[in-house]
């Protein structure tokens, strides 16, 4: 079966940074588009970037000049780097994968960031 486990989460202070990772396993990572999404207390379910097959990136304004989504098609694994973080993306960050228009979601990992 698909399986999406994320580590890397944890408490920082503003300003810092964490590295998300996902490892993927029972897809065709190399065609699966991958995502990072997050979601905050009360609030919904959001985008934060996406990585195409072909490494074209996407990301929200809100974090583009300070997050970076990459991938490693060798490791069926893609990354969140995060720097200079703030209160405000305090969430839950979720993996996700689509694949031929199906969904894959990993369980989520905490991200908290102290002011």
């Known amino acids: 079966q698909v399986q999406l486990v994320e580590s890397g989460g944890g408490l920082v202070q503003a300003g810092g940074s964490l590295r998300l990772s996902c490892t993927a396993s029972g897809i065709i990572f190399s065609r699966a588009v991958m995502g990072w999404y997050r979601q905050a207390p009360g609030k919904q379910r959001e985008l934060v970037a996406t990585?195409?097959?072909?490494?074209?990136?996407n990301s929200v304004a809100s974090v583009q000049d300070r997050f970076t989504i990459s991938r490693d098609n060798a490791k069926n694994s893609v990354y969140l780097q995060m720097n200079g973080l703030k209160p405000e993306d305090t969430a839950v960050y979720y993996c996700?994968?689509?694949?031929?228009?199906?969904?894959?979601w990993g369980q989520g990992t905490q991200v908290t960031v102290s002011s």
């Open positions: 990585i195409t097959s072909g490494g074209i990136t």
């Open positions: 996700n994968a689509n694949v031929f228009i199906k969904y894959y």
